[in-house]
């Protein structure tokens, strides 16, 4: 009785732990920008809230969270929106625990993800932020991997791996973390490689697949060119991202 009852206890104690108050200082202007998606505006990819560099293009495709974030701020204002980050890193503990085997204690899984939550307190301190829809992303990718890696002793798994650009294409419109997903593609694919098993050729077709998805953002390719401007800036270090 008492196994059944502790991974729902542990599901609890995850989204009330989450349950913060938004204290991200990008707060308002993601929900500007969400708002002018519900109201029909030009979508935030230039300035539309200052007089000071009116040109200005702010490469942050964080379009699919800015929507999520005003619709629970519409149900239920500052409360709604700790709701929405509950709800995001409690299903990331729900991932995060299938991807342990079932040998594995669930206090020792439950036991691990609050430890991922404490140490990453700088990130996931401030309340639901676009960077928690990476991290959301990131478990379900391998949990996916996981899974194909599973399904493939059966012969089976090509499902699954369809599931890469179609998330992806929700992913890259969420957050610039995207490029973690492509990573990790790309290291199930070396061991593929490595241990001469699965269908190698089709890994390499979805990664490519999967890579182009990231294309279709308002931003195109120049998303990588930011991206490779954050990691070569030093302002980078300063930042918590």
């Known amino acids: 009785m008492r196994k059944k009852i502790l991974p729902y206890l542990f599901f609890v104690i995850i989204f009330l732990f989450s349950f913060i108050a938004v204290k991200d200082p990008d707060f308002g202007w993601h929900l500007a920008c969400g708002e002018r998606i519900i109201k029909g505006l030009p979508w935030c990819i230039e300035n539309h809230f200052s007089y000071y560099l009116p040109d200005y293009r702010f490469y942050n495709p964080s379009f699919v969270f800015d929507l999520l974030l005003v619709l629970f701020y519409r149900f239920g204002k500052l409360v ?99 490029f973690i997903g492509l990573i990790l593609i790309m290291l199930y694919l070396i061991s593929q490689v490595i241990q001469r098993r699965g269908n190698i050729k089709l890994t390499l077709f979805i990664l490519l697949i999967t890579a182009l998805t990231t294309l279709l953002n308002p931003y195109g390719i120049n998303m990588y060119i930011e991206l490779a401007g954050n990691f070569a800036s030093p302002l980078g270090t300063t930042i918590a991202e």
Do not use: C
């Open 80 to 178: 709604g929106v700790a709701i929405f980050g509950s709800i995001i890193f409690s299903s990331a503990y729900i991932f995060f625990n299938k991807t342990f085997s079932k040998r594995v204690p669930q206090v020792i899984t439950f036991l691990s993800f609050l430890a991922v939550f404490f140490l990453s307190n700088q990130i996931f301190g401030l309340g639901v932020r676009s960077q928690l829809v990476s991290f959301w992303f990131t478990i379900l990718f391998l949990l996916i991997i996981k899974k194909m890696d599973m399904i493939e002793e059966m012969g089976r798994g090509k499902t699954l791996l369809l599931l890469f650009p179609l998330l992806m294409l929700i992913w890259v419109n969420s957050h610039g973390g995207f």
